[in-house]
């Protein structure tokens, strides 16, 4: 499968072959997703159980006499300002293990799909652009696109800058891409020394 290549004017000027290929593996992708949503997600809510609600320590009335049922303590889940009985908890984990070998596959396949649907610009080299929104925003129009992650080289990672206050396009370098990044943008944009480190990452784990 070949990609057409480039430059900054969003000129095509070449061609390059993809060094991915591999099946679309649904089920892995959507199980890998879901491991990076439990790894950002923060268990806020919070309840109090009987023991941890202020107050109640008293019995409120005598336990026989009164002609009421019987209560301990003002706190019990059944009255009002009590604690809660199985109410959510901040002490749950939701997080669980992917290894890396199944996350990188995942990653592989998310790719062979985009760059079947077209979504997966390559360009001929970022470093010639500066830091500057204007610039990578330019870029972008170019090529008529809206939602994108843009992964860049070590030595292009300043260019990171440019992509903070764009909407709906997020820069990181190419080393730290992962599944979430491709899924979250419609397209991916890579130059060809970007595409390389992204092959040598993904194969030398096969």
Known sequence: M????YN???EVIK?????????????????????YLA?????WAHTKTRSE?????????????????RHGSIRSPLWKGGGVTFGPRNEKIYEFKVPKKMRLNALKSALTK????GEIKIIEDFLPLKPKTKEISDLLKKLNIKSAVIGFCDQ?????????????????????LNLKDILCHKYLLLDINGLKILESRLNKND
């Open 8 to 10: 900054l004017q969003g």
């Open 53 to 69: 609600v202020r107050g109640g320590g008293k019995k409120p009335w005598p336990q026989k006499g009164t002609g009421r049922a």
């Open 114 to 117: 985009k760059a079947k649907d």
């Open 39 to 43: 790894k950002t997600h923060y268990p």
């Open 2 to 5: 070949k990609l057409p290549v």
């Open 156 to 176: 292009e990672k300043n260019l990171i800058k440019g992509t903070r206050n764009i909407e709906k396009v997020f820069g990181t370098e190419v080393r730290n």
């Open 15 to 35: 061609e390059i072959e993809f060094p991915f290929d591999t099946s679309y593996n649904e089920s892995l992708i959507h199980q890998v997703w879901r491991y």
